[in-house]
């Protein structure tokens, strides 16, 4: 994690989450760390998500989940079972 402060790395020793604190050794800094992880990940958008994941609001958690499936397997299966059953 970088200092916004002095833009150098700040060690994971110094980093607690739990109580959202990051402290800077180099310049003397106390953060607070959810400020620290906002100004990183101004990008990222939760429901612009990647092709085969999906996101689900429950009723007091998001449950985030992904799937292996692809439509490639219709065509996969049939010639690996085929070409596995020859080899035997
Ligand atoms: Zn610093």
Redo the contacts with the bound molecule.
């Keep these: 994690m970088i200092?916004p402060?002095?833009h150098?790395e700040i060690g994971k020793e110094n980093i607690n989450v739990q109580t959202d604190v990051a402290h800077?050794l180099?310049?003397n800094?106390l953060l607070k760390l959810s400020n620290i992880v906002k100004l990183v990940d101004n990008d990222f958008n939760l429901f612009n998500h990647p092709e085969g994941t999906w996101i689900k609001n429950q009723f007091n958690s998001i449950v985030i989940g992904s799937t292996t499936r692809s439509p490639i397997a219709f065509v996969q299966l049939p010639f690996l079972t085929i070409w596995s059953g020859a080899a035997f």
Excluded: M, R
């Design positions: 200092c402060n002095c150098l800077c180099h310049c800094s």
